[in-house]
Nanobody, 115 residues
Framework: QVQLVESGGGLVQPGGSLRLSCAAS????????MSWYRQAPGKERELVAF???????NYAASVKGRFAISRDNHKNTVYLQMNNLKPEDTAVYYC?????????WGQGTQVTVSS
């Protein structure tokens, strides 16, 4: 079983920055596509960004130019750098690992953007 543990969430003012981390336990991290999703109250969970095993990256239009996803295979960790945060970024952020057959989710970390 893969265990994913997110950290780095918190309360920030609009325009501020946070960096989320997702640490994976178990073997196989280097072959997983790693993603960040988020879910705001009353909304469906949405894809924020993903990065493949060969570092191909895609972002949701709403975060393009503000967020950056990266991975460190040696540390079995994926990151989400979030800049110029807006109130609409407020959500629980979830880390996901995926192969073509198996998906694992972290427990989530709360990000609140408010003045």
């Amino acid at each position: 079983q893969v265990q994913l543990v997110e950290s780095g969430g918190g309360l920030v003012q609009p325009g501020g920055s946070l960096r989320l981390s997702c640490a994976a336990s178990g073997s196989g991290f280097s072959i997983y596509t790693m993603s960040w999703y988020r879910q705001a109250p009353g909304k469906e969970r949405e894809l924020v960004a993903f990065i493949t095993r060969d570092s191909k990256i895609n972002y949701a239009a709403s975060v393009k130019g503000r967020f950056a996803i990266s991975r460190d295979n040696h540390k079995n960790t994926v990151y989400l750098q979030m800049n110029n945060l807006k109130p609409e970024d407020t959500a629980v952020y979830y880390c996901r690992s995926a192969t073509s057959t198996v998906v694992y989710w972290g427990q989530g970390t709360q990000v609140t953007v408010s003045s």
